[in-house]
């Protein structure tokens, strides 16, 4: 090393140094992403209405004012500030329907989510483990569950395990499995030939230490964007089940449900088809708005392309 | 070429045999009587219903049941309708036309406008075009399309009585089905009969037009949003700077250099939309009273005519792997670095 | 008269607000014939320069410049539509990795064949001709197979000799070959060197040779630009630079010649790095490593200022015993 001569401040590397924290970062990325935001207040206002909606709705979901069928939304001609949006053809309020219909939704988002993606991963990260034999049967099966069309494929499990909130999320699960095996195996798979993966092993580090301790974690950005995508699209099957009468059975609040009957009035009620249809779009669009801010917040990679 | 299409073969019978797996099990998992769910009957006496068993074949161990499955399916039979008697085969065979006459328009429709509108966002990056395309196609993205059928229905139907309400043609349309395909027919009716047929080939176009935009909504944003991502990332690749380097025009180096290779991903994401579309055909059929092959298996569903479910269901998987597969045969045309690699 | 002549060129990135000056009041000129090489840590600039003046940074930075000349014509004013009548032709450039400069989906003999449809309107049995001759020129073994192979199937090195083909494919005037050799075995970067030489003499092309290598710049160039963050530190004929560097950044360089290797591009002579956007010192931009910076460094940022033998941008170049 011919070092010519220490030089005074080398300012530049310092800068360099002080990087912000992951969270920050991360928080600065995703702030920075106006429709991400956007998405982020719309979905907690859902989420607040979700949780106090005994309180904070006027009227039960299911309470019937038979002299008050088909009313306007209060600022139409002939609507009444009694019911907000109006109500529908059992004269039900609807403002107080979709806000329950909001803890179905949530509800049957969440938990599809979790049920796909705890098997999947488990899933994902044992094929990436056993390539071989175990894992190419696993990919195997996940193509031909792949092969059918995913709202296809709910139906029929509804199909053959009756309609209902349960058997609902369960098909819709099922469906977004091997989305999430192939996510886990793919990103495994790239951790696996990095370094340290090999320096723990050497370190005589456990195959489930392996697996979940120090692998996983690293795949973590793909799956976290990727389950909030599946999120609104539970939330989207959840509704188009309902809507073709094989998901959460009247007079119970779903917002596909809830369209499903609406479908006769769409001469004489427009508030009646468009609210829960509006309802849905916004919520799922406000998630995928998330989405799109987690991804470019989480993917350096993409991030740049952002 | 030929031994890769060889190799795009076999990866294609085990996901089929799968399927007919599934299909095949399907049946039996449902709750109830095996022969009531197999034939519809309903029968009391014990020594009808082992007599119903041993005819069906159900008193066999289950692998041989599902070797006599895959007989069945390998002499053409699909069994038939409990409710129309029809065979489940040429249930089908009437129905699809009418869903592919649909998914052709649609696929149409969401590749001209998803790659245009993808790559002039691409091009026009961060523009109010870019902006206004990308906010659309995720708008798009997240439409429950059932309800967008109906929202279209009661404005352009309704209120304005632009587009009918329902079916493929006006009933007061006498049309010889030729090919099955509704504006191919109503097209050579009025050539040959002007006088009859007058306007039938609008009709159907407009019997066409909101459905198409229905099933299109999200092939199309999502056709966008992929092109102008994929476009994205080409167009910092080494090669187009090179392209550019040549003294190649924009254009040659934006629709050969760049779209080229920003259309491989593109081409996957097209054919994995076939799927979302078999899905999406059951709602938009079921919106339009569209007589395809959707409406059928939700009509099914409903009716608890198994036999359809069934072999309905294999039906439109093996049509959405054979589509995966020429997919895939396409990709590896565009793709030479995939089309020699081992 | 020279057949390139930049003047007080300047790149800028990024935002009007809040700019990235990666190129700043560069000045160069390049004879017919000639070999001019350009030297200078990764991040100086030396890439944006010359894509500056193919009008390849379309779209991203902002380009001033006094004057932008090539062989008589005003790169500045001149239409894009005549920009690429030259760009290609009479300029052409190679890249530093071969591997990803070419287009994956096409064969080798498009991508040649391309050019030489454009620029010089050739087809048929000629064009093809033509193609299969340029792949012989640049020593490509069985040419008239290699055409029809896509890029995948071909070495780095046989990438490389295709893209040197599309880049003489119009007997340009001036070739510019951004560090050819870096992304290449040491064994062919040899090769390539040399093929680039001979081609440059029989072809009398100008040739500059953007590269971290000096020990190829003394043996082939007959001038020398060092750049440092974007500017010129220091310009000459090679052989008076490399007896008499007459800047310390140029110094710093030559000292670390021998242990100059493959893939190290930050200088173990000075520490620190390139400034960056947001340390771009006001004064010198070399004062924060130089090891013989002086307040007046600090405060005040030299121009590029000739001397008999050549020109340099400091306060107290190192010809100058006594300022010191
Ligand atoms: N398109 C661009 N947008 C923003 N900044 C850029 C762009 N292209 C180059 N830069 C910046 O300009 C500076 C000079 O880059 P340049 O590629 O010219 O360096 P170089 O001298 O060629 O280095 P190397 O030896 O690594 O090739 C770098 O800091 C780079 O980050
Ligand atoms: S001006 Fe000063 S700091 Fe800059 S190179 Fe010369 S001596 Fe060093
Ligand atoms: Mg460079």
Known sequence: MANVQASPATSAAEVALSYPSPLKEFWQGFSHNKGAVAGLIFMLAIAVSALLAPWLAPYSPIEQYRDAILTPPAWMEGGSSQFL??????????????????????????????????????????????????????????????????????????????????????????????AYVRLTRASAMTELNRDYVTA???????????????????????????????????????????????????????????????????????????????????SVLAINLMGDGLRDALDPKLKRAA | MFAFILRRLGLLLPTFFGITLITFGLIRLIPGDPVEVMVGERTLDPQMHADAMHRLGLDKPLYLQYVDYLGNLASG???????????????????????????????????????????????????????????LALTGFSMPIFWWGLILIMFFSVKLGWTPVSGRLDLAFDIAPRTG??????????????????????????????????????????IARMTRSSMLEVLREDYVRTARAKGLSPARVIFIHTLRNA??????????????????????????????????????????????????????????????????ILYGIANPRIRHAK | MSLLQIKNLSVEFGSEKNPFRAVEGLDLTVDQGEIVGIVGESGSGKSVTMMAMMGLLEGQGRIVADKLEFDGKDLLTISARARRKIVGKDISMIFQDPMTALNPSFTVGYQIMEVLKLHQGLHGAALKQRALELMEMVEIPAAASRLAAYPHQLSGGMSQRVAIAMAIACNPKLLIADEPTTALDVTIQAQIMELLVSLQQSQNMALILITHDLAVVAEVAQRLAVMYAGQVAEMGKVPDIFRHPAHPYTEALLKSIPEHSKGAHRLSTLPGIVPGQYDRPSGCLLSPRCPYVQQRCRDERPELTPYPQGAVRCHFPLYDKESR
């Open chain 2, 77 to 135: 039979n699909l069994g038939e309708s409990l409710v129309t008697k029809e065979s489940v085969w040429k249930e089908f065979a009437t129905l699809f036309p009418a869903t592919l006459e649909l998914a052709r328009m649609v696929m149409l429709f969401a590749a001209v406008f998803g790659l245009l509108a993808g790559v002039i966002a691409a091009i026009k990056r961060g523009s109010i075009f870019d902006h206004g395309v990308m906010g």
């Open chain 1, 200 to 282: 723990s092993r050497v370190a005589g580090a456990g195959l489930i230490r392996l697996m979940f301790v120090c692998v996983l974690p690293n795949c973590m950005a793909p799956l976290i964007v990727h389950a909030t995508m599946s999120f609104s699209s539970a939330i989207l099957e959840a509704a188009a089940l309902g809507f073709l009468g094989l998901g959460v059975q009247p007079p119970t609040p779903e917002w596909g449900t809830m369209l499903a009957s609406a479908r006769d009035y769409i001469e004489r009620a427009w508030w009646v088809v468009s609210l829960p249809g509006l309802t849905i779009l916004l």
């Open chain 1, 85 to 178: 949006f109006g109500t529908d053809e059992l004269g039900r309020d609807l403002l107080s329907r979709l806000i329950h219909g909001a803890r179905l939704s949530l509800l049957i988002g969440l938990t599809s989510v979790v049920m796909a993606l705890v098997p999947g991963v488990i899933l994902g990260l044992i094929a990436a483990f056993f390539p071989k034999v175990l894992g190419s049967l696993i990919m195997r099966l996940m193509d031909v569950m792949m092969a059918l069309p995913a709202l296809l494929l709910a139906v029929a499990i509804v199909a053959i395990l009756g309609p209902g909130l349960v058997n609902t999320m369960i098909a819709i699960a099922i469906v977004a499995l091997p």
């Open chain 2, 263 to 328: 259309l491989i991903p593109v081409l996957t994401v097209m054919g994995l939309q076939v799927g979302t579309l078999m899905g999406g055909a059951v709602l938009t059929e079921t919106i339009f009273s569209w007589p395809g092959i959707g409406k059928w298996l939700i009509d099914a569903i409903s009716r608890r005519d198994y036999p359809v479910v069934q072999n309905g269901i294999l039906m439109v998987a093996t049509l959405v792997i054979l589509v995966n597969f020429t997919v895939d």
């Open chain 2, 181 to 222: 395909f509704m504006l191919i027919d109503t097209w050579l009716a009025e050539a040959a009969d002007p006088e009859i047929n007058a306007g039938a080939f609008k009709d159907a176009l407009m019997h066409l037009i909101l459905p198409a935009i229905v099933l299109g909504t999200i092939p199309l944003a999502v």
